[in-house]
């Protein structure tokens, strides 16, 4: 039975059109513990002030691949009890919202797509009470040039796209980051479960 699931799983998968499915990793912002983009969770010393990273993944606007970025908007909800304490761009750059949770910023110059797989727009410093299932969540800036949408402004072309972006959760509603280490505390639960009708 298990295994009649995952092949139907796949087969539908791959049923998906070609564009449907690299549409599903177009265009995302996500939050991470480093740069390349790999680190969603992590666990670590309670009251401690650590690093994250936002980053664009696969930034693809109606002329292709973008090459150039001109600034982003989001807004950044922390997870209860933890606090932005500030925010730095890899080159010049204006935040018209000046706030780090509130972002609306543009570059000085354009800044270069490094990698499809993540391209740093914002280092983000935070004082974090440690582990906390809430996690923190990447949503529209306040006020966006798209309403109920974050997004980026796309140099490559010389019109200067505005391209719309959803957080690599799939929802502003669900988390892009947790300090603590969710899913493996997950994993191990299931396989104590599963352990018992061994």
């Known amino acids: 039975m298990k295994t009649f699931l995952a092949l139907s799983a796949m087969l539908a998968v791959c049923a998906l059109p070609v564009d449907s499915v690299s549409a599903l990793s177009e265009n995302l912002f996500g939050l991470y513990y480093d740069q390349a983009a790999t680190i969603d969770e992590i666990e670590i010393s309670p009251n401690s002030q650590q690093v994250l990273y936002l980053v664009v993944i696969n930034p693809v606007s109606d002329n292709g691949g973008v090459q ?38 543009g570059y000085g110059q354009g800044l270069p797509v490094t990698s499809g797989n993540g391209t740093t727009l914002a280092t983000l410093t935070v004082l974090t009470l440690g582990n906390n299932p809430e996690g923190y969540l990447l949503q529209p800036a306040s006020p966006s040039s798209h309403p109920n949408k974050m997004a980026y402004l796309d140099l490559s072309s010389s019109e200067g796209l505005i391209v719309d972006v959803l957080p ?31």
């Open 168 to 198: 690599v959760s799939g929802s502003h509603d669900l988390p892009v980051f947790f300090f603590g280490d969710y899913t493996v505390e997950e994993d191990r639960k299931w396989g104590d479960v599963k352990s018992i009708y061994r």
């Open 68 to 105: 150039m970025i001109g600034g982003f908007e989001c807004s950044i909800l922390p997870a209860a009890g933890d606090l932005l304490l500030g925010v730095n761009f890899p080159l010049v750059a204006v935040n018209i919202n000046g706030t780090a949770d509130n972002l609306m910023v």
